[in-house]
């Protein structure tokens, strides 16, 4: 089974709007971490935000915010305000346990801003 | 602020050549990892080394080895590339700890085609 799906292969939203990108994921461990990347059309991956199991308040960034549903297993990222620059794919990864585990990606989902 | 550095960014390779993908980081992290990305499918995870002197193999190891040569460097080896291997490579590195939030860090990618 897939440890991280995203099930949004591609979105649009209008320059300005706020949209939200879907990802759920799967896991026994009680101690794990979501992230999410940013990788614009020049390829390199860029951190964006990051959500630890324990933590009781959903993570903020700026634009970014994470909205951590445990109980479903959903840490969907939330982008307000939309700008042409945010058009990107966007990568939900997870780390099980602490330590020096390696991250797991979701396949990713294709963001376009309309101006 | 260098971050992490990978050399080169483009490669042709024939079938059967061997090449090394060098990857350094200048952050004092002790995890690095390297990653291939393809079309479709996220980014999976080819072999990391959790400190120097140790590595494991990731989700695709087949084809690869590796070499962390100090705590700055670790390198990709393909001995006899095959057309499969034609993606797009990336190296990441990660600080350990509560404070660091595991969070990994990566270089701009190397596009490699085997022909």
């Known amino acids: 089974a897939q440890k991280i799906t995203q099930t949004q292969p591609g979105m649009f939203v209008q320059e300005k709007e706020a949209v939200t990108l879907d990802c759920t994921y799967d896991?026994?461990?009680?101690?794990?971490?979501l992230f999410w990347y940013k990788q614009p059309s020049s390829g390199e991956m860029i951190f964006l935000i990051y959500q630890g199991s324990y933590d009781e308040q959903n993570a903020t960034e700026g634009r970014y915010s994470l909205n951590f549903q445990k109980a479903r297993k959903s840490a969907n990222l939330v982008i307000s305000a939309s700008q042409l620059g945010d058009s990107a794919m966007y990568f939900c990864?997870?780390?099980?346990?602490?330590?020096?585990?390696?991250?797991?990606f979701g396949k990713g989902t294709r963001l376009s801003v309309i101006a | 602020n260098a971050g992490v550095t990978q050399t080169p960014k483009f490669q042709v390779l024939k079938t059967g050549q061997s090449m090394t993908l060098q990857c350094a980081q200048d952050?004092?992290?002790?995890?690095m990892y390297w990653y291939r990305q393809d079309p479709g499918m996220g980014l999976r995870l080819i072999y990391y080394s959790a400190s120097e002197g140790t590595t494991d193999k990731g989700e695709v190891p087949n084809g690869y080895n590796v070499s962390r040569l100090n705590k700055r460097e670790f390198s990709l080896r393909l001995e006899s590339a095959a057309p499969s291997q034609t993606s797009v490579y990336f190296c990441?590195?990660?600080?350990?700890?509560?404070?660091?939030?595991?969070?990994?860090?990566f270089g701009a990618g190397t596009r490699l085609s085997v022909l």
């Open positions: 896991t026994s461990d009680q101690s794990y971490g």
């Open positions: 990864a997870m780390r099980e346990g602490w330590g020096n585990t390696p991250l797991v």
């Open positions: 952050m004092n992290h002790n995890s």
């Open positions: 990441a590195s990660r600080a350990v700890g509560a404070r660091a939030k595991n969070i990994q860090y």
